[in-house]
């Protein structure tokens, strides 16, 4: 009998979330198996209000034993979920000799308020003058109300929502912990609320809730357009509190007139541009009990925005982590400066002991000039400073509220040089997403890569996917996004953050389907570009792909649809995409001088591209059960196919347009006859050589390189490029000190001076792209079926490393894979499949002698399905387990 455990159980991607209103979650749970090769043959859920599941009647929904091998993604199909309620569930299963588990431990969700009818709280806005709304005023807008409650509360929550970035203060602390509320949403068409557990925060008696509003992407600057204001004129909050008392009755607070309003000390608060706090004028006590409220004026009612509000849908940002600056230097040009070692986003803290109203000053920037000296040009208009005026009168410590700063550098002014590196630290702030993946490998050098690219993404990746998070821009840009996303899937578990953004990419998509460049969508910047409205599919594509999940598809699927129509409709030609506006192979490096758009035509990219969303379609169509669909977008996809090759590929079958870009998106979208790829390849790989081992490519191709490079033979060549030292390649900005991926190949050129000031970023996650590769190929952890449910194991081992691990925390459980070289010229490798799923183990090249697994012949082996020798090479199916596999050289 095979002993097992489920555990890890989770509810839409995360454990016991609190406020979700999705009315069929999704559960999922991790089994844990003694033995090898764990397949689950039945399962049973039950969720009730229950944590003891006492009573059959308490429960909501029970299964009863189904046979199925799901263990994620099941969709709950139980009685209506009520609001504001918490469900306990648990699971067992049973293995394929039909022994059950026991049950595991309850896990929970709890509802948000699920319905627009269970909100009674009113919009208000802060009052200048009684009756007066505050409208332009820089200062952010400060909010409170005091309540009394008869008793404790067993369990009190605060669904809450602003318009405008806020912070809510429970009896003078935070509520939690989370930043950035409510997120960045199409603010006029979807608006996220909050919910907090306050339970411990609340006391008998007095009590009081204080909340600040600042501009946030709401009302503040977006984009480089200098206007602000974008989704409306003026902050407001909506905020409702229920408590549930010992005696079982509840208590609704909520926002309405009689609530209080006033500035505070928070002078000035803007995304790009930083902070202005002056603590002189702080307010004691303004969010606790007993705060002489009288000089605030009434908060104004005001009308309810028209977006639908939603549960917060993706996980929150936070400070995740501190880092200490690792020195202070004084620059040639005077300046004092702090360096945190290391290319960041979020702010500082500090600690400061000085009299009342002595100045300090923080201007934050990523990089130094060629002299030593602290440069913002790159920030254009961003001016990333924080301005801290002293109360005086004992230590006093600060940090930004509604504002984030790309940076390593910190020119600070107005504090003691001794006190700097002590009393200052770096906080890290991004999406609170899980950890799920790690790559190393004997090249030091490509390990700092892999935490450039890391870093790019935290960086990156809060609460949009942005380009950069430094200068006046910071926008959810899609073909950055596009291009990267399934190495984020590797790094982090990206499906919350992702799903809400394509709901938002939805909502802004118009209706004939053209997308906006950036989501959401501002009016500075357009829409419509071949390869980044691809993400429209690429991404919902990318996410059920690696997490297995149809839903995202069949949410998705009439904004993919749409995308792909669009592009259909434009020009004169239906099958060829051949007019508007595109991004092309962005910053290619065969690109014309002055030019930010690689050599590679834009239209053969954009027909590319095309043909790929339309197999994506076909895909989805096809998974999601809509076989006519599936049908009509083959048909399509082949007339796109023969048009690509009608005005793109010579008679003879060769890629007229000779780039790299061009070879990759040619070959990565199976665009080519059969006949014609293994030339184009070899094509491509010439190039390469040709340039020295250099890549070429922009935005477009550099995803693709190596990833095409070594399905068709080429690995070694792709290794040639990863760890290519001299530019352009991505080891050169590692070897300048870079600790994030750039912008740019030469983001800082040899002679050490920089690209132009006007778009030079050095936290950008698009060229980290290769991490996919890295994982995939190095590593060698790629999937077969849709979450890992089957896995390939398939190191491509370069002659350049030793030894490579990769490993990635499915949604299954943890897959592993990881080589090195012994000194008999055998290889060693290490694999772990997670319970429920299978997995082909390819064995690379060269290693064609006799396997052993722990010592045993293969045949010994408990978990080894099947050995198969083939064309291809050697395959062994296992099952489930961790396996350490000795594989000899091939026999001469
Ligand atoms: C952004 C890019 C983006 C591009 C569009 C830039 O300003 O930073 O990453 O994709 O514009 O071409």
Redesign the pocket.
Known sequence: MTQSKVLNLMVNYRKNPVGIDDPNPRLSWQIQAQARGFIQSAYQIQAGCDPAFGAEAGLVWDTGKVNADSSVHIGYEGETLLPRTRYYWRVRIWDSEDNASVWSEAAYWETGQLSEQNWHASWITAASAPGQPVVSSDSCDYFRTAFELPDRAVSARIYATSLGMYRLYINGVPADDTQFNPGWTSYNKRLQYQTYDVTQLLTAGENALGCIVGNGWYKGYLSWDGNKDHYGRQRAVLIQLHATLADGTEQMLISDGSWRTSSGPLLMSELYHGEIYDARLEMDGWASPGFAEHQWQPAVLTEAPPATLVAQENEPSRIIETIKPIAVLNTPAGETVLDMGQNLVGWVRFTVDAGAGTEITLRHAEVLDRDGNFYTGNLRSAKQTVKYICRGGGPETFEPHFTFQGFRYVQVTGVPQEQLLEQFTGCVIHSDLELTGSFRCSDELVNQLQHNILWGQKGNFLDVPT??PQRD?RLG?T??AQVFIRTAAFNMNVVPFFEKWLRDLAADQEADGRVP?VIPDIPAAGYGSSA?GDAAVICPWTLYQCYGDVRVLEEQYPSMKGWVEYIRAQGDQEFLWNTGHH?GD?LGLDAKENSYIGATPKDLIATAFFAYSTELLVKTAEVTGQPEEAEKYRQLQSNIIRAFREEFVTPNGRVASPTQTAYAVALMFDLLEEKDRPRTAAMLAEHVKENGNHLTTG?VGTPYLCLVLSRFGYTDLAYELVLQKEYPSWLYSVLQGATTIW?HWDGIKQDGSFWSDD?N?YN?Y?YGAVGDWLYRIAGGIELIEPGYKKIRIQPQPGTQLSWAEASYSSIYGPVKSAWSRQADGSLELSVEIPANTTAEVIVPDGCQGQITEGGEKLDQVTGVIAVEDNAGGRKLTVGSGSYRFTLNKSAD
């Open positions: 380009d950069c821009e840009w073909g950055d460049h980044w991004f962005w935005f912008e778009m970023s950008h698009a």
